[in-house]
T-cell receptor, first 109, second 111 residues
Framework: LAKTTQPISMDSYEGQEVNITCSHN???????ITWYQQFPSQGPRFIIQ???TKVTNEVASLFIPADRKSSTLSLPRVSLSDTAVYYC??????????FGAGTTVTVRA | DAGITQSPRHKVTETGTPVTLRCHQT?????MYWYRQDPGHGLRLIHY???????DKGEVSDGYSVSRSKTEDFLLTLESATSSQTSVYFC??????????FGPGTRLTVL
């Protein structure tokens, strides 16, 4: 599984856009990039997945440059309820996932 | 939410005792997983199953065994619990390489 590196923590304020960048220099051709969100005392929840360029859903956007060595999760206009840990994962066409420590995002009023 | 339940939700046990955690799904998903989560480590895969009676080890499998005799149930057993196995345990299910759905977790304390 390709190793990922992401910031340990980020602070933001309500209404701002939060961008979390994940580095995955050893990503392989067939790897997908997936992001999960975890609230305290709950299991992780899938946010978004992409292979290249840009993917958008009702929760977030995922930007992947052409070289795919990094990706950026964008959370538009965050609220207090977006305070959580966000995990970036890269999986080779595989059902086994490896979570790192994630990025703790704290949204303040 | 996906139909996944874990039991028990909380357990306190003593070192050396056997412990079995149960994961039950109502989604008929093929793949099931057991993770543990400790502060600063994110989630680490213990064991997973890709079908009834088909299981394999994850990255932290030492001291754990699993069994899956029915599609809906995936059991995690600690044969002789140790304090290092104090953790929060999450079960997850998936249909394949797409998203995994996680259960509510079991908090295990080994004294």
């Amino acid at each position: 599984l390709a190793k990922t590196t992401q910031p340990i923590s980020m602070d933001s304020y309500e209404g701002q856009e939060v961008n979390i960048t994940c580095s995955h220099n050893n990503i392989a051709t067939n790897d997908y990039i997936t992001w999960y969100q975890q609230f305290p005392s709950q299991g992780p929840r899938f946010i978004i997945q992409g292979y290249k360029t840009k993917v958008t859903n009702e929760v977030a956007s995922l930007f992947i440059p052409a070289d795919r060595k990094s990706s950026t999760l964008s959370l538009p206009r965050v609220s207090l309820s977006d305070t959580a840990v966000y995990y970036c994962l890269v999986a080779l066409n595989d059902y086994k996932l490896s979570f790192g420590a994630g990025t703790t995002v704290t949204v303040r009023a | 939410d996906a139909g996944i339940t874990q039991s028990p939700r909380h357990k306190v046990t003593e070192t050396g005792t056997p412990v079995t955690l149960r994961c039950h799904q109502t989604e008929n998903h093929r793949y099931m997983y057991w993770y543990r989560q400790d502060p600063g480590h994110g989630l680490r895969l213990i064991h997973y199953s890709y079908g009834v009676k088909d299981t394999d080890k994850g990255e932290v499998s030492d001291g754990y065994s699993v069994s899956r005799s029915k599609t809906e149930d995936f059991l995690l057993t600690l044969e002789s619990a140790t304090s290092s196995q104090t953790s929060v345990y999450f079960c997850a299910i998936s249909t394949g390489i797409d998203e995994q759905f996680f259960g509510p977790g079991t908090r295990l304390t080994v004294l």
